[in-house]
């Protein structure tokens, strides 16, 4: 039956425009992202980062994982998050029997959790992410605003991330940050650094076990939903660096230059060190003292104590040398903006990613020290020239340039491609 179309009533006017999510010819438009965070401020910027890099910065929502935390818990970490919040829900069950059973026996009657000291974990004002209500919202709300892309790194946010996508898969488009170590085919898509794949390299062969090879992920090559970066995603595009040296100009602008960053991590088990790497790190940067107009250093949160006091020893008193002492507002974006050159522990792919992005000069200490994919890592930086070993004998003052890291626009840009094969795209 042909369909015929009625006139509009007198007095009212009636748009028969295309409705405004579908503003792109045929295209559905994705105006919102939610990203599903596990805490760690490393993991939650990388998803940050692309968000930023899609132009979606004020419209997205941050949730977070709620993993049992305190008492026995932290022994628990290893296990998958569903297991580890069983095992923490029985066992808080027992205790909780035991002490009304305690309690009854000497006359007492048991309030409540809190009179054992039982409580649950807080997410510091930040919502719990629930796959059910985050598919609910994407449903719900996908005909008026729109479908959802959904942004989740880290190993804790995997089963929410592919849940989301089995009660939502028109609704949404869920990226997984880092590989997942589980079936690709639960993701829209994996962004993940290549030394991700070192595994199946022939030198990973040779250093593992023969009978861990089985075991090892991932099992197979990327498949066309996979995305490989040379790094970690980041917060440090260019837009916000403009932001953090005008924040910081007061501070940073008037110091001598070549002002010389040094970022300092911590051992890991890929990469280990102690007070030896910082007496290393120290005599060093004596050394290229007298090529420096001043040097800023910082920590991260893994630094340890030790080695911060070794710093501090050799380094505290040293004329135009200044240690950031952790108390105050983070410098961290500022010295990436006014920085000259930089120094970074190997053991820190995000703080390595993070200064390869800005072109400057960049030297690494402690790449020896570092196995598996680290090294695989650190090979692939100096294989495409953006950082060199720190040896004590460099000329900071002499700067040299590469073509920066652009990890976060090439991931972008292949969300965008994705979402445009489904006949979606991104608001302007």
């Known amino acids: 039956m042909r369909a015929i179309r009625l006139p509009d009533p007198p007095g009212v006017s009636v748009s028969h425009a295309t409705p405004e999510i579908f503003d792109r010819g045929l295209s559905t438009v994705v105006r919102r992202a939610v990203i599903i965070g596990n805490g760690a401020a490393g993991a939650e910027h990388q998803s940050i980062g692309l968000v930023r890099a899609l132009g979606l910065a004020s419209s997205y929502t941050i949730y977070r994982v709620d993993r049992p935390t305190g008492e026995f818990n932290r022994w628990l970490r290893w296990l998958p998050l569903g297991i580890h919040k069983k095992i923490d829900c029985l066992v808080r069950h027992l205790h909780l029997v035991w002490w009304q059973r305690f309690a009854t026996s000497l006359g007492f009657r048991l309030q409540s959790q809190k009179t054992i000291g ?35 790194a880290g190993r804790d946010t995997v089963s929410i991330a592919e849940s989301v996508k089995k009660l939502a898969p028109g609704a949404t488009f869920v990226v997984q940050i880092q590989h997942p170590r589980r079936c690709l085919d639960n993701f829209d898509m994996v962004i993940t650094p290549v030394h991700d794949y070192y595994t ?43 932001s953090a040296a005008e924040t910081w100009h007061s501070l940073l602008a008037p110091l001598p230059k070549p ?19 910082a007496q290393e790190l120290a005599s060093k ?42 108390t105050g507002p983070n410098p961290h974006l500022g010295h990436l903006a006014w920085g000259d050159a930089f120094v970074v522990t190997a053991d820190s792919i995000s703080m390595l990613s993070e200064a390869c992005s800005t072109g400057k000069p960049v030297y690494v200490l402690g790449a020896e020290r570092c196995t598996w994919k680290f090294r695989s890592f650190h090979k692939s930086l100096r294989h495409k020239g953006v950082a060199r070993n720190f040896t004590g004998l460099e000329d900071i003052s002499e700067s040299w340039s590469y073509p920066p890291l652009s990890d976060n626009a090439a991931a972008a840009e292949r969300v965008r491609a994705a979402l445009a094969e489904r006949g979606w795209s991104l608001a302007s």
């Not at 009978?211 to 790094?231: N, S």
């Open 285 to 326: 940067l004596k050394r290229v003292l007298s090529s420096c107009g001043s040097v800023r250093i910082s920590y991260s949160r893994r630094t340890p104590a030790k080695v911060c006091d070794v710093i501090q020893r050799e380094l505290g008193d040293l004329p135009n040398v200044h240690i950031f002492d952790g």
């Open 118 to 152: 039982i409580s649950s974990a807080g997410l510091s004002g930040i919502e719990a992410a629930d796959a059910k209500k985050l598919a609910d919202l994407a449903n719900l709300e996908s005909a008026r605003n729109g479908p959802l892309l959904v942004l989740a």
């Open 259 to 277: 002002l010389l960053i040094v970022n300092i991590g911590g051992p890991m088990r890929c990469c280990h060190y102690g007070q030896d790497l």
């Open 200 to 242: 199946l390299s022939p030198a990973a062969r040779q250093e593992a076990p023969r009978f861990l090879i089985p075991f090892l992920t991932p099992h197979q090559p990327p498949d066309k939903r996979v995305v490989l970066t040379v790094g970690a995603l980041h917060l440090a595009d260019p837009s916000m660096l403009r």
